[in-house]
């Protein structure tokens, strides 16, 4: 009786989210996290059919493993047969089980054990899929939490044909960084404080990425670790297919001035000098800077450049900030709370630069932030919990920093 009242409710959680939530990519995550929730799952993911290709990629995913980047044959693998055949499938056994190809979630930081898939019919086709995988208590699925999921993707399947939801799935991505199974340990004392716990992620090539969570879950120290200012306990970090997990004195320097640039929530300024010769400082850093000038320019203060930063509004520190960050010419910029420190207005111009950086220069930009409104414009919203990847979702269509609102 208590099964049927948590399944009764999680199936009226989740019409509430399909019926009443505008955003119909926020509506199916927000489908998925109560499914995953509900049948105590380690992790979950909605695949969409891309019919150019016809190969399957998750547009949302919870759990420590990054599969951002895999894709599916339709037809093979479990995921591709429940798409192409439109049966559902209960697995107990995936290393046995002859249809499990172990590519998913395995090659990216979690054995997969059990699984529940099943697919996403809009009553003219199939579309994708559901998955969920391993109950956490090691216990199988059994056929009630199967009509579960499956109510679940007849919902999600009919509002997304109501609604319409438009999926571009778009190229595989480059990879420019990777963490595998990364761990950060602290000594305060005689006390070990483990603050990253296994992290699995991918950074792209141009791409513009947010990392949401609460304090103290272990987002900046998992930044820094990417940026070389701080150093991993354990695992492996890749930085273009190189292993970049213990960097010699050299390789740390040389990977700091020329492939990564920094922003944080304090602006670092030096205040003797004018916002040009801030940038003109950094650039003589490097072999191959953008003219300071330049610079200046794109970030809009061109009429400043002359101005101390005791002269300037916080707003036009932060973009003397990303001028520094962006003259060196950086693969990838690393954002600690840009816009923690300033107003609505002034925010906004600091995230429409960022936006710049992305789209028209082709840069990575990697940025953590409390203000979940941000994450509407990025490609990828990555949310940590507890040290560990909770949950990576596609943005479809990335708003611009000029139409968000908080």
Known sequence: MAEEKRFAKATWQIMEQLLEVDNLEDALSGSLEIIVKTLNSEAGAIWFLDTK??????????????????TVENGLGLEGIVTKT????????????????????????????????????????????????????????????????????SLAAITIDEKGLLVDLGEKKEILAVLKDVTKEFQTG?????????????????????????????????????????????????????????????????????????????????????????????????????????????????SRANNYPGQMSGGQQQRVSIARAIVKRPQLILADEPTAALDYTTSIEVLSV???????????????????????????????RNGKIASIKKNMHPLHAEDLVW
Do not use: W
């Open 86 to 153: 439109g049966k559902s499938v209960i697995v107990e056994d995936a290393a046995n089980d002859p249809r499990f190809d172990g590519t998913v979630f395995d090659d990216n930081g979690l054995e997969t054990k059990t699984m529940i898939c099943v697919p996403l019919n809009n009553l003219h086709d199939i579309i994708g899929c559901v998955q969920v995988v391993n109950k956490k208590d090691g216990s199988l699925y059994d056929a009630e939490e199967l009509q579960l999921c499956e109510r679940m993707a």
């Open 53 to 70: 290709t016809d190969r399957l990629s998750p547009l949302f995913h919870i759990g420590p493993a990054d599969i951002s980047n895999i």
């Open 354 to 384: 960022i936006e710049s950086i992305v789209r028209d220069q082709g840069a990575t930009v990697m940025m953590v932030t409390h203000n979940p409104e941000i994450a509407k414009m990025a490609d990828r919203v990555v949310k940590v």
């Open 190 to 302: 005689d006390t070990v404080l483990q603050v990253l716990k296994g992290i699995n992620l991918e950074i792209y090539k141009n791409e513009f990425v947010v990392v949401l969570g609460e304090s103290g879950c272990g987002k900046s120290t998992m930044m820094n670790i990417i940026g070389g200012m701080d150093f991993l306990t354990d695992g492996t970090l890749e930085i273009e297919g190189k292993d970049f997990s213990h960097p010699s004195d050299d390789e740390l320097t040389k990977f700091r001035r020329e492939t990564v640039g920094f922003i944080f929530q304090a602006y670092n300024l030096m205040p003797n000098l004018t916002a040009l010769e801030n940038v003109q400082f950094i650039a003589e850093l490097v072999s191959d800077p953008m003219p300071a000038e330049e610079a200046i320019e794109k970030v809009g203060l061109t």
